[in-house]
């Protein structure tokens, strides 16, 4: 069974510094995804991760995929407090289920 | 606004009582899943239709049953139902399970809480 591991679970950091979060994950998955979610509410899609090597950036968000390392990644740059959400990747092997770590909570302070 | 909706917002109930959460997916998007999201057992896939028919299960409890109809929304049907059945239940859809990206959009989510 697929298992993923988030690292860390919870991140505080100061505005303008930069963090990377760690996603790993147990059994080869040809994609990955990253949403996040802010208090109470829905999920949101962030980055669609199809291939090796594969990297996506939106704003102040970058994430890359490593199929190799059952590894991806989700950079932050320059952190702003809009920026303060809680972060799932969730990785998928063909038509199977997607499979969400526990999420990484992010508090960027002033 | 991922173009998912989910109805109701909020429903408190009591223990051993029958709820239904309803989802309507975004527009041709053929495919449905649920999910349950709770603090201790995070988000978990329940189960997932498409085009009218079972597709995967998850972690989905006896007492619990889904189905999606012709004109592709679903419903969740929650039975017996306990206190630890409190949670936000989340409904996604997307086009095809198997076809490139397929990114799941998310509803607004059902906050149920049992009493």
């Known amino acids: 069974e697929l298992k993923v591991e988030q690292n860390p679970l919870f991140l505080s950091m100061q505005e303008g510094k930069n963090y990377t979060i760690y996603c790993n994950y147990s059994?080869?998955?040809?994609?990955l995804y990253w949403y996040r979610q802010d208090p109470g509410k829905s999920l949101e899609s962030l980055f669609v991760l199809l291939s090796n090597g594969a990297v996506k950036q939106e704003g102040r968000l970058m994430a890359s995929l490593d199929t190799k390392a059952r590894l991806s990644t989700l950079h932050i740059t320059a952190a702003v407090h809009d920026l303060s959400a809680t972060y799932f990747c969730a990785p998928r092997r063909g038509s199977e289920k997607l499979v969400f770590g526990k999420g990484t909570k992010l508090t960027v302070n002033p | 606004d991922s173009g998912v909706t989910q109805t109701p917002k909020h429903l408190i109930t009591a223990t051993g009582q029958r709820v239904t959460l309803r989802c309507s997916p975004r527009?041709?998007?053929?495919?449905v899943y649920w999910y349950q999201q709770s603090l201790d057992q995070g988000l978990q896939f329940l189960i997932q239709y498409y085009n009218g028919e079972e597709r995967a299960k998850g972690n989905i409890l006896e007492r619990f049953s889904a189905q999606q109809f012709p004109d592709l929304h679903s419903e969740l049907n929650l039975s017996s139902l306990e206190l630890g059945d409190s949670a936000l239940y989340f409904c996604a859809s997307s086009v095809r399970p198997s076809l490139g990206a397929d990114t799941q959009y998310f509803g607004p989510g059902t906050r149920l809480t049992v009493l």
């Open positions: 059994t080869t998955s040809d994609r």
């Open positions: 527009s041709g998007d053929l495919s």
